[in-house]
């Protein structure tokens, strides 16, 4: 959507993608107002002092319906519950309620891919912004990674392609948005006591591809059923990657066999056993990154240089140490029980599972078979831990632990040589921890100070 100079906005939330609309529309000339309902000591003095610099004005400590009047269009940061009582205010009022990629629409001068997904949005849009380096691209990766998708417009001619990272709440109100390659990873429940199902959680994802075009391309996985299904408008491309015969981008004994052709021989493969993204689960990510970048034509040489190169994000499988035969491995970042599923599918040792936190609307009870395949000892921590315990406590041996120190000296109790100890929470971290980052690393902290305890113990 173009914003047209003098308009009246109003946007909801100041946090980091909520500052960078701001940013945005005082850019386009628009009269800008900015709720947010912390209280005013909590937002950062520089912030406020840009805001009246730039003559925004700001309501602060909760939203009110009489702020926002005389706005002609309303922009809730991704983060906004949609069931607000004041966005109920400004519908009523027939006021357009428009994202931060409704925004966008319509305005990237080059192309952009844009992935979505319930697991492993960020390695894959990583990877992709990775390879297309290698490649000598420039590429602006943001969204939900953690540089705002509008932040692009402070330098456009800076970047030759654009690598966005899409979560539901951001595709929730999407509007016209569409990407040159799409890229639809895999669907498990996640953010249902946003959504309020798992069809409107689908639903939300799959509006990814709903104005996209003949002649722009579609990547979906192929061994998530429903993603796979994901209708598409006559002429989009359709790929996908996955362990079957038929897939555009097949994994077979670890290497990456590309066949955009269709049927027949590959026409390029990529080893990934010299690589980070040898796991099982990497594999599927590297596969998509893949397909991704042949769309903007990256030479397959340097998609190869990309991969035996790239380190994956933090806080995804990421090994912190081994202690006595016992290997530590940070995965922070499974917040939702697919990822949970797919990191313990990936494991080959015994596992104790380190899981917990707040809960999003998910039933644990999907857990129940990979969990009595491969975790002997699972450890919960947080608000969900009863919930799990009752959904789990018929397959594997529990025990409820208050911090996550105590859940380290919990697991080491628990494991023997050979093992692995597994953070892998499959919950938001927000009832201990400020993201899953800092979760991740008092976990790592507290895995080191464990080894460096037993050392001195010799």
Same mark, same amino acid.
């Given at each position: ?282 594999? +599927?990510?590297?596969? *998509?990154?893949?397909? @991704? ?5 990256? /030479? =397959? %040489?340097?998609? !190869? &240089? ?113 093992? +692995?100890?597994?953070? *892998?929470?499959?919950? @938001? ?5 400020? /993201? =899953? %980052?800092?979760? !991740? &690393? ?17």
């Amino acid at each position: 959507m173009q914003i047209h100079k003098g308009v009246q906005a109003a946007v909801i939330g100041l946090g980091m993608a909520g500052l960078a609309t701001v940013r945005y529309l005082v850019a386009q000339g628009a009269r800008v107002r900015v709720s947010d309902k912390r209280d005013f000591t909590q937002i950062e003095p520089s912030t406020v002092a840009w805001l009246e610099e730039h003559g925004v004005s700001l309501e602060y400590g909760g939203h009110t319906a009489a702020f926002l009047t005389g706005s002609e269009v309303v922009i809730p940061g991704p983060g906004v519950p949609l069931d607000l009582p004041v966005l109920q205010a400004v519908r009523e009022q027939g006021l357009p309620i428009l994202g931060e990629l409704a925004l966008a629409a319509g305005q990237f001068q080059v192309p952009v891919i844009a992935v979505t997904g319930s697991n492993g949005k960020t390695t894959v849009t990583s990877l992709i912004g990775h390879l297309l380096r290698a490649a000598d691209k420039t590429p602006f990766v943001g969204g939900n990674i953690g540089t705002p998708l509008l932040d692009y417009f402070a330098h456009p001619g800076s970047y030759d392609c654009v690598v966005l990272e899409l979560s539901s709440f951001q595709l929730d109100l999407a509007g016209l948005f569409r990407p040159d390659v799409g890229l639809l990873l895999n669907l498990s429940p996640d953010h249902l006591d946003r959504h309020g199902s798992f069809a409107a959680y689908a639903g939300a994802k799959q509006k990814l591809f709903a104005h996209q075009v003949a002649g722009d391309c579609a990547i979906l996985g192929a061994d998530d059923p429903q993603a796979a299904a994901t209708p598409l408008s006559e002429g989009v491309a359709r790929y996908t990657f996955g362990r079957g015969g038929n897939c555009s981008a097949r994994i077979v004994d670890g290497r990456v066999e590309l066949r955009t052709g269709g049927q027949g021989e590959g026409e390029a493969c990529f080893d990934l056993g010299p690589t980070r993204l040898h796991s099982s689960v990497n594999q +599927l990510n590297g596969a *998509a990154a893949v397909l @991704a970048v042949a769309q903007l034509g990256c /030479g =397959y %040489e340097a998609i !190869g &240089r990309g991969l035996l190169s790239f380190e994956p994000p933090a806080h995804r499988m990421a090994e912190v140490a081994t202690i006595d035969g016992v290997r530590f491995i940070n995965d922070s970042k499974a917040t939702n029980i697919g990822a949970l599923e797919a990191a313990l599918g990936g494991c080959e040792s015994p596992v104790v599972l380190i899981a917990g936190g707040r809960d999003k609307g998910s039933d644990y009870t999907l857990l129940k078979e990979v969990v009595g395949r491969r975790v002997k000892h699972l450890i919960l921590m947080g608000e969900a831990a009863g919930m799990i315990q009752s959904a789990l406590e018929t397959v594997a041996t529990v025990e409820i632990v208050g911090t996550m120190a105590e859940a380290v000296q919990r697991a080491m109790a628990a494991a023997t040589s050979g093992d +692995l100890v597994l953070l *892998a929470p499959g919950c @938001a971290s927000f009832d201990m921890f400020s /993201g =899953y %980052e800092e979760r !991740g &690393r008092v976990f790592a902290e507290q895995v080191l100070q464990l080894g460096q305890e037993r050392t001195a113990g010799r």
